[in-house]
C-alpha cells in the first residue's frame, strides 16, 4: 500500500502542497481530485522523486521511499503516467513499451509489449513514431509503458484528457480490470463520469490541502468540495 | 470610444488552433462597453486559446479582432498592451525574480502612466506591498503576487481588462478580495472579460456570461438564464445517482 | 598564451606572488569581462553564443583597421565599441537567432558555431593570417610602480574597465526601465509582452551589449596578447569557464569566475613545472568548468520539456544488411577506377566519414553533443602509432579512447545540455594544447609517424580496407540503435524523466555510448593516421571537431547516410576552394555557415528532410484530429514538424 505521509512543498512564496496525506491502497481506484492548481501534478512528483518535499514522507508497504531516486522508486513498483506527456517521441510505440518491458526485466518482452498494445487499444499502431500521435493515444502509450513494469502503484495523471468518449469509457474498463488484479491506482481526473465510475475513494485537494475525502457520492454532496469547485456562495466585495 | 454601443472587445467570427488543431471555431463574442463578462467553460474548451487571440499571443486562421471598433487582428501583444488591452494572464502574472518596484515598473509601459503615479496608487490600495517593496515578487505569498499583478489593471485604464483565472490555487478568502476588485474596477468604467473556473463566484459578479464548450461559444445571457447549465457542465450534478452502483 | 609582461626574474619571493598575482588578474579581468557578454546574451536570448570571441576577434580586427586607415585612438575605439560591434551583434540577432524559436540544442549550437567559423573565415579573407599585426596596447610606454609590481597604463585601463562595465551594466539592469524589461524578458518572455515590452526587440539590445563586451574584450586582449584571429577567438574558451562558474546567469560569479581563473593561470605558468606538460596553464580553464561543474547541485529532471521532431526511420536489420552489402559492392566497383592520384583524398575521406560516424550514436540518437570528437580520434591515431600496426595496435586505437571517453563519462554523468557540451568542449581544448603539441608524444615537430594497420601498404587495397570498416561500423551502430541499448540512448535523448519512471539507471547507458562513441572515433582517427602516415596537433585541432560536427549536423546526425555525406563534402569542398582562388578559403565555412541557418526550418538535417518527406513515409493515417486542448507548447512542437 502506497501511503503518504505529511508532504509539504513550497515554491518560493507559494504553498503548492500543505500537509497532505494520502492513502491507496490495492485493489482499489483511488480517485485525487480539485480545481486546477490545487497541487495534485506536485504531489504525483513527490510520490516519483522528481520533486523533493520540504517536509513528510512517501511509503510503500513498509519501505521508506522519501529519499529514494526517481528509478529505484520505478523499480520498486511505482508507475506513473504524465499529464504533459513524457513518450519517447523519436521512438516507435512499439519501442516505448519494448524498452518498458525490458527494463522491467520481463520474460518475453516483445511478446508483453503487443500484448500490452493491444489491451489499451494501440495495437494497429504498433510502428508509429510516438512523437507524432495525437495527444489521447499518446496517453494510451504512456499508460501502456507504465504496465509494463507491472507495477504495484500505479500513477496516472488525467489519462482520459484527449480520449474519445467511447475510449474514455474503454479507459475506466481497463482500470477497473487492474484493480481486480490487484494494482492501487491512484488517479488524477478531470473527467467527473469518469472519476464517479471507477474510484471507490476519492481525495480533494484544494490549495495543497485536503478538502474533503470519501466515496465519490459523499464528495460530491460536499459543500465545502462545490465551493471549490464553484467558488463561494456569498462574495464580499 | 466611438459610440456607446461600439464593443470595448469584438472577436467576429474567429477560428483558431495550433497547426492543424483547430481549437477554436467561427466564434463571436462581444465585449461590453461597460460591464463585466465572465467567460466560463470546462478544461480544454478554449477559453485560454481565446484570450491568446485577443491579447495577440496567438494570430486567429481566421475571422476579427476589433478594440473599440478598430481592427487590431494579428497586432502584437506589446502594440496591443500599449493601446490599451490589458490581460492578465493565467497563473502568476509576475515576474518572479524582480522586486516589488521593478514589477511594478514594468507596468509603465502604457502612455500617460507615471512610475510615480503606479507607486503611489498601487501601495495605497495594497500596504503589504508597500512593505514588501524591495522583497522578490516571487517571495510574496500567492494572494501578494496576484495582488501586484493586478495593480496593472488597476493603473493602466485600460480599454478593456482580460482576466485568465485569476483565482487559481488561492484560498477562497484571497479569491473573495480579488473578484471584489475586479468588481470596483467594473464599476469604476473598465469593461472586464474574466475567465474563471469558479463558476458561482463568477457567477456572483458578473453582469453577462458566455459559456463555452469544445471550441464554440455554447450560451449566452444573463447570469440568472445560465446558472443552471453551468452547474451541470461543472459536477454532472444530474449524473451521480445512476452511476454510483459500481 | 604568451603574456608580453614576462615575470620580472630576479625578485624576491613576495614581490614574484604579487607580480604573479596582479599579472592574473589584469588577465582575468578580461576573462570577466568576456564572460559577462556571453551572460548577457545568454540570458537575454536562451542561446549560448560560441562565436562571441570571434565576435571580439573581428572588433579587434576592425579596430586596428580603423587606425591603419589613420583614425585617432579615442574614436577608433568609440566607434568599434559602440556601433560597429553592437550593430554586428543586431545583424546576427536578426538573421540567425530569430529564427530559431524552440530549436533543440544540437540546432543551436550548430549555428552558433557555424558563425563562429564563418567569422573566422572573414577575417582570415581580408587580413591574411600569415601577416604578422601588432595591436598597439594604449597608452603605450607609459607606467606606474605600485610596491615592487610595474603596472602599464593599458593594464591599468584593463582593470578600469573590469570595474566599471560590470557596475554599469549592473546599474542599467536595475535602474533603468529597459534593463529592467530585460529581466524580466529573462523570467517571463510573454508576460513582459502583455506589459507592453516587446521582447525582439529587448533580444536585439542583448546581442547589442553582448557584441559591445565582446569587442571591449576583443581589443584589450589583442594589444596583450597577439593580433591572430585564431588565438583571439579561442581564448575565449577561457570566458566560458568563467560564465559556467556563474551558472550562466550570475554576473557577480561570473566575474569572480574571470579574475581566480586568470589569477590560477598566472601562479601555474610562475610557479608549476610538469615535466611532461610544458602548458600548465592550459588546463586549468577544465579545471575550473569541471569543479564548477560538479559542485553545482545536480539539475532536476525537467518534466514537460519538448518534445523531438520526426525522426528518420530506423532501417530492419535484413534491410541494413542489404544496404551495407549493395554498399559495399559499389565501393568496391568504385575503389577498382579511382585514378591513383586520388586515392589518398578518397582514404582520407573514408577515415572522416568513420569519425563522423561516431557522433551518430551521441549527438544523433543521445542528444549529447560532443564537441571533442577529433580529441579522441587523435587518441586513437597515437595509441596506434605507439603499439604498432599489427592487430593489437588497431585493439588499442579502440580501446585507448574508449577508456577515455568512459573517464570523461564519469565527471559528466550528472550533466544534461549545454553544460555537457562546454565539458567536452574545455576537454578538447584541454587535450589539444597539453596533449597533442607535446614533445613526448608528438616526438617531434615534424608529427608523429602512424603506421598503417596490418602492413596494408598498397594504396587501393588500404582504401578498401578503411571503406570496409566504415561499412561493418555502420552496420554494427544500426545493429546498435535496433538493441536495448539504442532504445535506451534514444529515450535518455527524448525524456529523462520518462526514463527514469520506467526505473532506467541512466549512468550505465551513458557510460557505454560515450565509451563507444570514443572507441568509434579513436578507430577512425587510427586509419586517418595511416592514410597520412605522419599525424600532426592540426590534424586533431578543436576548430576541426567543431567544424566536423557542423557537416554532421547539417547533413544529418541522425542517419548513415547523412554523416557519410557530410564526409564527402568535407573533402570536396576542399578541393572546389583550390578553383577559387583567394576568397575560397572561406567557402567551407560559409556553406556550412549557410547549412547552419537553413537547420532552423529542418532540423534532421538535410538527409533527415528527404528521408522524412512525406512520399517515403507509408504509414497509416491517425484515425482521429486531435483533441481540443489548451496545451500550446506541445501542439506547437507538433505542428512545427509538420508544417
Request: hydrophobic content about 35%; proline content about 4%; glycine content about 14%.
Given at each position: 500500500m502506497l501511503k503518504v505521509e505529511e508532504v509539504s512543498v513550497r515554491f518560493g512564496g507559494v504553498q503548492?502542497?500543505?500537509g497532505m496525506s494520502l492513502e491507496a491502497p490495492p485493489g482499489r481506484v483511488t480517485g485525487l481530485i480539485g480545481p486546477n492548481g490545487a497541487g495534485k501534478t506536485t504531489l504525483f512528483n513527490v510520490i516519483t522523486g522528481l520533486q523533493k518535499p520540504n517536509t513528510g514522507r512517501v511509503l510503500l508497504g513498509d519501505r521508506d521511499?522519501?529519499?529514494?531516486s526517481t528509478a529505484k522508486r520505478a523499480r520498486a513498483g511505482v508507475g506513473r503516467t504524465f499529464q504533459r506527456l513524457e513518450v519517447?517521441?523519436?521512438?516507435t510505440v512499439y519501442d516505448n513499451v519494448l524498452l518498458a518491458a525490458e527494463l522491467a526485466h520481463v520474460k518475453n518482452p516483445s511478446a508483453a509489449a503487443h500484448q500490452l498494445l493491444e489491451r489499451v487499444g494501440l495495437g494497429g499502431f504498433?510502428?508509429?513514431?510516438?512523437?507524432?500521435?495525437p495527444t489521447g493515444m499518446a496517453r494510451l502509450l504512456e499508460l501502456a509503458r507504465a504496465l509494463a513494469g507491472n507495477p504495484s502503484v500505479l500513477l496516472l495523471d488525467?489519462?482520459?484528457?484527449?480520449?474519445?468518449e467511447a475510449e474514455c469509457k474503454a479507459l475506466g474498463d481497463l482500470l477497473l480490470s487492474l484493480t481486480a488484479d490487484g494494482t492501487a491506482v491512484l488517479l488524477v481526473e478531470h473527467d467527473m463520469e469518469l472519476v464517479m465510475r471507477v474510484c471507490q475513494h476519492v481525495y480533494v485537494l484544494d490549495f495543497g490541502q485536503l478538502l474533503a475525502e470519501g466515496s465519490p457520492a459523499e464528495v460530491s454532496a460536499n459543500p465545502a468540495v462545490q465551493i471549490a469547485y464553484l467558488g463561494a456562495e456569498e462574495v464580499s466585495a | 470610444m466611438t459610440s456607446v454601443m461600439t464593443a470595448a472587445l469584438e472577436l467576429r467570427g474567429v477560428s483558431a488552433g495550433y497547426g492543424r488543431v483547430a481549437?477554436?471555431?467561427?466564434i463571436d463574442l462581444a465585449v461590453p462597453p461597460y460591464g463585466v463578462l465572465a467567460l466560463l467553460g470546462s478544461n480544454g474548451a478554449g477559453k485560454s486559446t481565446l484570450l491568446r487571440v485577443a491579447s495577440g499571443r496567438t494570430s486567429p486562421s481566421s475571422g476579427q479582432v476589433l478594440l473599440r471598433g478598430t481592427?487590431?487582428?494579428?497586432?502584437?501583444p506589446e502594440r496591443l498592451s500599449r493601446t490599451g488591452l490589458c490581460s492578465v494572464p493565467?497563473?502568476?502574472?509576475?515576474?518572479?525574480?524582480?522586486?516589488v518596484t521593478e514589477n511594478l515598473r514594468m507596468?509603465?509601459?502604457?502612455?500617460?502612466?507615471s512610475r510615480k503615479a503606479v507607486e503611489e496608487q498601487a501601495f495605497a490600495r495594497f500596504p503589504r506591498l508597500k512593505e514588501r517593496?524591495?522583497?522578490?515578487?516571487?517571495?510574496?505569498?500567492g494572494g501578494e503576487q496576484q495582488m501586484l499583478a493586478m495593480t496593472r489593471a488597476l493603473t493602466a485604464e485600460p480599454d478593456v481588462l482580460l482576466l485568465d483565472?485569476?483565482?487559481?490555487?488561492?484560498?477562497p478568502v484571497v479569491a473573495a478580495e480579488l473578484f471584489g476588485l475586479v468588481r470596483q474596477i467594473a464599476d469604476d468604467g473598465t469593461p472586464v472579460l474574466l475567465v474563471e473556473q469558479f463558476a458561482r463566484t463568477a457567477l456572483e459578479i458578473a453582469d453577462s456570461v458566455a459559456v463555452m464548450a469544445q471550441g464554440h461559444i455554447r450560451v449566452t445571457g444573463t447570469p440568472e438564464e445560465v446558472r443552471d447549465q453551468v452547474l451541470e457542465t461543472y459536477l454532472h450534478t444530474d449524473a451521480q445517482p445512476t452511476r454510483l452502483e459500481n | 598564451m604568451a603574456h608580453r609582461n614576462d615575470t620580472p626574474q630576479r625578485m624576491d619571493p613576495v614581490s614574484t606572488l604579487l607580480a604573479l598575482t596582479v599579472t592574473g588578474l589584469v588577465t582575468g579581468c578580461i576573462y570577466a569581462l568576456t564572460a559577462s557578454g556571453l551572460v548577457v546574451t545568454y540570458t537575454t536570448s536562451g542561446i549560448f553564443n560560441f562565436a562571441h570571441g570571434a565576435v571580439g576577434m573581428l572588433a579587434a580586427f576592425g579596430y586596428w583597421q580603423l587606425l591603419e586607415k589613420g583614425m585617432p585612438t579615442l574614436p577608433a575605439f568609440l566607434l568599434t565599441v559602440l556601433v560597429l560591434a553592437p550593430l554586428l551583434g543586431i545583424v546576427i540577432e536578426r538573421v540567425?537567432?530569430?529564427?530559431?524559436?524552440?530549436?533543440t540544442l544540437e540546432v543551436t549550437l550548430t549555428v552558433t558555431m557555424g558563425l563562429l567559423l564563418l567569422l573566422l573565415a572573414i577575417a582570415n579573407t581580408v587580413w591574411d593570417a600569415t601577416t604578422p599585426r601588432v595591436l598597439q596596447p594604449f597608452f603605450v610606454g607609459k607606467q606606474v610602480t605600485v610596491a615592487t609590481v610595474v603596472l602599464t597604463y593599458h593594464q591599468l585601463l584593463i582593470i578600469a574597465a573590469a570595474i566599471t562595465v560590470p557596475l554599469a551594466l549592473w546599474a542599467f539592469l536595475r535602474m533603468t526601465r529597459t534593463g529592467i524589461a530585460m529581466r524580466a524578458v529573462v523570467d517571463d518572455r510573454e508576460l513582459a509582452a502583455l506589459a507592453g515590452a516587446s521582447p525582439t526587440r529587448i533580444g536585439q539590445l542583448g546581442w547589442g551589449i553582448g557584441s559591445s563586451l565582446a569587442a571591449v574584450a576583443g581589443i584589450l586582449l589583442a594589444a596583450q596578447v597577439e593580433l591572430n584571429a585564431t588565438t583571439l577567438t579561442l581564448l575565449v574558451i577561457n570566458g566560458y569557464a568563467a560564465a559556467v562558474v556563474g551558472r550562466l546567469t550570475s554576473l557577480p560569479l561570473t566575474i569572480t569566475g574571470g579574475l581566480v581563473l586568470g589569477v590560477l593561470q598566472s601562479l601555474a605558468l610562475g610557479y608549476v613545472t610538469i615535466s611532461w606538460l610544458?602548458?600548465?596553464?592550459?588546463i586549468i580553464p577544465m579545471l575550473i568548468l569541471f569543479v564548477a561543474l560538479l559542485i553545482a547541485p545536480p539539475t532536476r529532471l525537467r518534466v514537460g520539456q519538448l518534445a523531438p521532431l520526426v525522426a528518420p526511420r530506423v532501417p530492419s536489420s535484413r534491410r541494413s544488411l542489404g544496404s551495407t552489402g549493395a554498399f559495399l559492392v559499389l565501393a568496391a566497383g568504385i575503389v577498382a577506377i579511382i585514378p591513383s592520384g586520388q586515392l589518398g583524398n578518397v582514404t582520407h575521406g573514408a577515415a572522416v566519414a568513420i569519425i563522423l560516424l561516431s557522433l551518430v550514436p551521441m549527438v544523433?540518437?543521445?542528444?549529447?553533443?560532443?564537441?571533442?570528437q577529433l580529441t579522441f580520434a587523435g587518441i586513437g591515431a597515437v595509441a596506434m602509432a605507439k603499439v604498432g600496426g599489427g592487430p593489437l595496435g588497431l585493439v588499442a586505437a579502440v580501446l585507448a579512447p574508449a577508456a577515455v571517453g568512459a573517464l570523461l563519462a564519469l565527471p559528466t554523468l550528472r550533466l544534461r545540455g549545454l553544460y555537457l557540451s562546454l565539458a567536452t568542449l574545455a576537454f578538447g581544448y584541454a587535450m589539444d594544447n597539453a596533449?597533442?603539441?607535446?614533445a613526448s608524444v608528438m616526438?617531434?615537430?615534424l608529427g608523429l609517424p602512424v603506421p598503417r594497420p596490418l602492413g596494408l601498404d598498397n594504396d587501393r587495397g588500404y582504401l578498401l580496407f578503411v571503406v570496409a570498416v566504415f561499412a561493418a561500423c555502420a552496420f554494427g551502430v544500426l545493429a546498435m540503435r535496433r538493441s536495448t541499448l539504442g532504445r535506451r540512448l534514444v529515450a535518455l535523448g527524448d525524456s529523462p524523466a520518462g526514463c527514469a519512471t520506467l526505473g532506467m539507471g541512466i549512468h550505465v547507458t551513458k557510460l557505454v555510448v560515450f565509451a563507444l562513441s570514443a572507441g568509434l572515433a579513436g578507430l577512425g582517427g587510427a586509419l586517418l593516421g595511416g592514410q597520412q602516415s605522419v599525424v600532426g596537433q592540426s590534424d586533431f585541432a578543436l576548430l576541426l571537431s567543431l567544424t566536423l560536427l557542423l557537416m554532421a549536423v547539417v547533413w544529418g546526425v541522425r542517419t548513415i547516410s547523412g554523416v557519410f555525406i557530410a564526409a564527402l563534402a568535407f573533402e570536396l569542398i576542399p578541393q572546389l576552394n583550390g578553383h577559387?582562388?583567394?576568397?575560397?578559403?572561406?567557402v567551407l565555412s560559409l556553406l556550412v555557415g549557410l547549412g547552419a541557418v537553413g537547420l532552423g526550418r529542418s532540423q534532421n538535417g538535410i538527409v533527415g528532410a528527404v528521408l522524412s518527406s512525406p512520399g517515403l513515409r507509408r504509414l497509416p493515417s491517425l484515425p482521429?484530429?486531435?483533441?481540443?486542448?489548451?496545451?500550446v507548447s506541445r501542439e506547437e512542437v507538433l505542428t512545427g514538424a509538420q508544417g
Open positions: 503548492a502542497v500543505a521511499l522519501t529519499k529514494a519517447f517521441g523519436s521512438l504498433a510502428a508509429q513514431q510516438a512523437g507524432v500521435l488525467e489519462p482520459g484528457s484527449g480520449l474519445t | 481549437v477554436l471555431h467561427d481592427d487590431v487582428t494579428g497586432r502584437s493565467e497563473g502568476r502574472a509576475v515576474f518572479p525574480n524582480l522586486t507596468w509603465t509601459y502604457r502612455p500617460g502612466v517593496r524591495k522583497q522578490l515578487a516571487g517571495r510574496l505569498s483565472e485569476i483565482s487559481m490555487g488561492l484560498a | 540567425l537567432i530569430r529564427r530559431l524559436g524552440n530549436a610544458n602548458q600548465v596553464q592550459v544523433g540518437y543521445g542528444g549529447m553533443v560532443s564537441l571533442c596533449f597533442f603539441q607535446n616526438t617531434n615537430n577559387l582562388g583567394p576568397v575560397g578559403d572561406s482521429h484530429p486531435r483533441s481540443h486542448s489548451d496545451d
